[in-house]
């Protein structure tokens, strides 16, 4: 009867001199720097089109009269690059030898570390955005006049009793804080979400690699 790939595999491991246990584990190295270079090529992809994007938005900000918004958004965009690309660089470290799985999990660790890392500058990436809304709508030169001084020159003449903080209805600040809050709450659920969704199918492949390997070797 024709052995199965997890027989041969164990094999290898019991007998030095098998033959087929390098034929093998050289497949599982192939598959592991497959996945790795695949996913490289769509993180070098990711941040490259969050560049041009970045670009794209300063410039069209600027001839929307939204340039504090292009601005905020540009600086807080390329800030979430350089870290990845400092991120990226680190993956030239794993060393593709002969050993598979030990590769793998290595670019498992890394995988783990970047994910750590953006989750946490997500808390305050959507925050940031949004801020660049905000200030970018509130600075927006209308007629010589801020949209945010017209906006609130209307509130007061409909509602005399509002209470000002800094010139600012107090409500205001409350609700701007308090999407802030949320979003810095939610930032790492909306990141991971993200994730799933550009690199969902490559790291479930990561997953399922890794898996077979443990299971081969337990």
Request: net charge positive; glycine share 6%; hydrophobic share 50%.
């Amino acid at each position: 009867m024709e052995k199965s790939i997890e027989n041969i595999w164990k094999e290898g491991f019991l007998k030095s001199d098998a033959m087929v246990a390098p034929k093998v584990n050289n497949l599982y190295s192939r598959k592991s720097i497959h996945i790795i270079d695949k996913f490289k090529r769509m993180f070098k992809i990711n941040l490259i089109a969050i560049v041009v994007f970045s670009f794209i938005a300063l410039i069209i900000s600027y001839f929307v009269g939204l340039p504090v918004m292009g601005i905020m958004f540009f600086v807080s965009l390329m800030v979430l690059v350089l870290i990845n690309k400092k991120l990226l660089n680190g993956l030239d470290n794993i060393d593709k030898g002969e050993n598979s799985y030990q590769y793998l999990k290595e670019f498992n660790n890394w995988i783990k570390n970047q994910i750590s890392v953006n989750k946490r500058f997500a808390t305050f990436l959507y925050p940031m955005i949004f801020l660049s809304l905000v200030f970018g709508f509130w600075f927006k030169n209308v007629g010589g006049v801020f949209l945010g001084e017209r906006l609130v020159e209307k509130i007061i003449m409909s509602y005399p009793d509002t209470y000002l903080v800094f010139g600012i209805p107090f409500i205001g600040i409350v609700l701007v804080l308090l999407i802030i809050i949320i979003l810095a709450i939610l930032g790492g659920r909306i990141y991971k979400w993200d994730l799933n969704l550009v690199y969902g199918r490559v790291l479930k492949k990561l997953e399922e690699l890794l898996s077979d390997i443990e299971s081969i070797n337990s």
